[in-house]
Structures are given as structure tokens and as C-alpha cells.
């Protein structure tokens, strides 16, 4: 019964790594802003695409050297 569980599991993640990898590969980034409001740790995470918030969390980093 554990193993047929665990199966279960993997199927679903597997499925939400497929889903997640697929949205994120047909997605082109939107640009951000880059100032003091969007630079928060709070407006960075409000961001839904990973890709963006990456490339925001990037910029903001770079816009403070």
C-alpha cells in the first residue's frame, strides 16, 4: 500500500514539474520596472512568472552596485 502511494506522489509531481516546465518555456518575460518600489523583497515576490522574477531580482541587484 506505501509503494502504490509513493507512486501516486511521484506521478504528481512529475506532472506538476511537466506543467510548471511547460508554462515557463511558451511564456516570453514581461518587462518590470526597476526603482525603489519594485526593488522590495514584497514586489519581487509578487511576481508570478519565475523567469521574470529572476530577471527582476537581477536588475534590482545590479541597479544597487
Request: charged share 20%.
Amino acid at each position: 500500500m506505501q509503494t502504490k502511494f509513493n507512486w501516486i506522489l511521484l506521478a504528481c509531481a512529475a506532472a506538476a514539474l511537466v506543467v510548471t516546465g511547460y508554462k515557463e518555456m511558451h511564456a516570453k518575460p514581461q518587462p518590470h520596472l526597476v526603482n525603489e518600489a519594485s526593488c522590495t523583497p514584497e514586489a519581487i515576490k509578487r511576481i508570478d512568472s519565475i523567469t521574470e522574477r529572476a530577471i527582476q531580482s537581477s536588475q534590482c541587484a545590479q541597479r544597487a552596485k
